[in-house]
């Protein structure tokens, strides 16, 4: 170990530039990007909240008679701090329909939203106090997982990375909010590493929607251990047998705290146009062009997917059991895309799934994994039953960084997800006081009220 | 992955044998090391109970307005299920009196008996379902230590096994309590293994004692979500990606699951008669043979000790600057023992840790690590200012499963534990009703009244 490098002491850098952080400091993109981030986040938070998994994990904080601190959004019932973080997160990660930073796979705005807003009903906060904190979380949080996953680590496949990374940008996000010290922050920082946990084969299950919500509850908790004087060792993710050392080897600290403040990890998320696992979006592009062009009647006959290996290393999954495998099954997509001709929530009904129509598809779908693709990249062919060959190569998946969703796509997306658990006039006051989120003196103020008529009529006992 | 192999489907075979699990048909030896465990637990929880992290850990708790489930054992308050057990394993390793595995370093019993408690106070649980539990919690665990730990496993040193083996040994344990089936079981398995958490950087601040109580607070949570519903992959712990692979390679799952019901890892669970990290009780053992011996007026010159390469790995910490790295520093105990001629928990108060005299004599003490010398064996040899030599082998530490602490010796350390925080009538009256928990048909009703006389005058806010 290096210990006289400074850029190793990130546990330390993450603090200090926390201590420091001020909405009105960061460039006009970031400060953009945050409002649009959050946007997205409590869309699909609000989308994601009559998911059959949100309704089965808010039952089971409802188990306990815990304390009334903050709404489960869209359930009509609150509960503490953390299990309101828990259920947030989950319900915003409930449709895969959350914000991913591609290069690690993290979706990073669920755990550190969910936390904030949670912490913002205990406490008056501000639009500005919240974005800031919004941002650095997700700063942190991803550039943690660049610490993990991009070179020269050596990456481990077997991490669920937004629940490894989740806890720390939940925390340090937190910490800021609560005024905390540097040496408070280290602390935290510490207490949400040692926290760090999440493994990808959960995927396929309501419990692969429940990773991200552990880390926002982990990251709640550090917060409030440190807050009650709970210390920690204060290298924890850079020490010998620390943070990075548990979950990797040969990695690159300068991920983490290189550029803070200047370079911002922040503008490599981006938001997802259709509920599928991000590396599937390319390939769902491909298939999408080609469908527009079939002529009335057409059948497909056999059709080979090109992808990023990466791609077919997590989504290889040919006759998903489930809505939740079917999200990350390539297969299904592509059948679902050649057979409907979209590519919505409508994949993922259960009737959808188990539809012998999409499984005999899907069998006659190749994928194969092409290094010289990127992520984002995709080529579809496909031969119909008349002999036609077409073709169509998606060099950047809409939605991606290459090519962003629009503020309007955005707030379209918004709505969507919105309308199916809010009243209308609810929900159009509420994307009012998102865009002017920046200006707000107390977020919980501006859209508290409005989220609670959400879920007013779920039903639930 | 030798999918066809029965024996690697471990998550199967745990449920299968924790549905079958009864108290009645483990062996005598088992049962009785079960009440043991129990009973050396409990001692450690009220002994721990006013340690400052417990105190600060219960406010931290306390912040948010919970149910009254069950009890902060010493605290005189009350908390939701999660939240007691997290408090009481905490309180247990408080002062590192806890029992031991030591072919892993895990220490088992806090996460299980925390959780299994907790929940008792919610359910009439008898004696023999709880102890079955308990045994059923404490097997697991440890063989899932084994798994990661074991040869031919490449253990990693990062991981603090307590924290990634706890969650699960108290979830298969709490979900056996709350009857569910083996696919609920599986569930739950897996549900726990994806909070599966703790780095050893943490060790040497109050974290290091949070983390098995963090194991604790996630196993419980798991049996919860699985009891509403979530459902999680079935194999979690052997899946490609799953537990297994994220912790290591190369792993032996026949650990998990080999012999299950004959032979049992449970046995080779130990408590401890010095509040020390265990791999330095030989060491200290050593030591306190040596003064013995000493002569009156003698002064130590310097001195030197040989342990197992893994004791110097884990306590090469020559200067501890708080009590939690005394409490894992083989020189501040070597000093401790040839200076006051004792191992209490007087080694750990503040003024010990900082007394000038034993630095001084930490910086004339030597230790190396030899491999030929087993994990609770060590040498101790001393060179007095006069010329005198003098030397102590020790072929196994006191307390280790080759020379465990007798009954007597066990209801001595709960009592010295249990009489700093209750009344003595208490005290006795609950060592009466710890020795026949076997027969008790409501374990709350039994010990619960007693219990809540701990912490009574604690006269925290």
Redesign the interface.
């Known amino acids: 170990m290096n210990a006289g490098n400074p850029s190793r002491a990130i546990t330390a850098g993450i603090a200090a530039y926390a201590v420091g952080s001020r909405f009105d400091a960061l460039p006009e993109q970031v400060r953009q990007e945050t409002v649009r981030a959050f946007l997205n986040w409590l869309g699909c938070t609000l989308g994601g909240s009559r998911e059959e998994?949100s309704v089965?994990?808010a039952?089971?904080i409802a188990?306990?008679?815990?304390?009334?601190?903050a709404r489960l959004i869209g359930h009509a019932r609150r509960a503490?701090?953390?299990g309101a973080a828990f259920i947030n997160c989950l319900s915003s990660s409930a449709l895969a329909f959350d914000d991913t930073h591609l290069a690690t796979v993290t979706h990073p705005t669920g755990p550190v939203a969910a936390s904030l807003l949670a912490y913002a009903e205990t406490t008056p906060v501000s639009g500005a106090e919240f974005l800031n904190a919004l941002a650095l979380g997700i700063e942190i949080q991803c550039r943690m997982s660049n610490v993990l996953l991009m070179p020269p680590a050596m990456p481990?496949?077997?991490?669920?990375i937004t629940?490894i990374t989740g806890p720390i940008g939940a925390a340090v996000a937190l910490g800021r909010l609560m005024g905390f010290d540097e040496r408070r922050l280290r602390?935290t920082i510490?207490?949400a590493?040692?926290?760090?946990?999440?493994?990808?084969?959960?995927?396929?299950?309501?419990?692969g929607i429940?990773?991200p919500a552990?880390g926002a509850r982990?990251g709640v908790?550090a917060a409030?251990?440190a807050?009650?004087?709970?210390?920690?060792?204060e290298?924890?993710l850079e020490?010998?047998?620390?943070?990075v050392?548990?979950?990797t080897s040969g990695a690159d600290l300068g991920h983490a705290v290189e550029g803070l403040g200047t370079r911002f990890e922040l503008l490599a998320n981006a938001y997802k146009p259709y509920p599928a696992g991000i590396v599937i979006h390319a390939a769902i592009d491909a298939c999408l062009e080609i469908v527009k062009q079939l002529p009335a009647g057409a059948e497909m006959g056999s059709a080979r997917l090109s992808v990023n290996p990466l791609t077919l290393a997590l989504t290889d999954r040919r006759h998903p059991a489930t809505p939740f495998e079917a999200q990350i099954s390539l297969y299904h997509w592509a059948a679902h895309v050649f057979l409907r001709r979209e590519a919505g929530t409508a994949a993922l009904h259960p009737a959808e799934v188990a539809d012998p129509a999409i499984a005999a598809l899907r069998d006659r779908i190749t994928a194969t994994g092409d290094d010289t693709l990127a992520r984002d990249e995709a080529v579809a062919e496909m031969l119909l039953t008349d002999g036609t060959r077409m073709r169509a190569h998606v060099p950047h998946a809409r939605g991606g960084v290459s090519r962003p969703m629009t503020d309007a796509e955005l707030e379209a997306k918004f709505l969507t997800q919105a309308l199916g658990v809010m009243p209308q006039d609810a929900t159009a006051a509420l994307l009012t006081a998102l865009r002017v989120i920046p200006e707000t003196t107390d977020i919980d103020g501006a859209i508290g009220n409005l989220l609670d008529a959400a879920g007013c009529n779920a039903g639930e006992a």
């Open positions: 998994a089965r994990a039952a089971a188990m306990v008679p815990m304390g009334a601190q503490d701090m953390g481990n496949l077997s991490l669920y629940g602390w510490g207490l590493a040692t926290q760090a946990a999440g493994i990808r084969a959960t995927h396929g299950s309501m419990a429940v990773v552990f982990a908790f409030q251990l807050a009650s004087g709970i210390d920690c060792s290298d924890a020490a010998p047998r620390g943070f050392d548990i979950f």
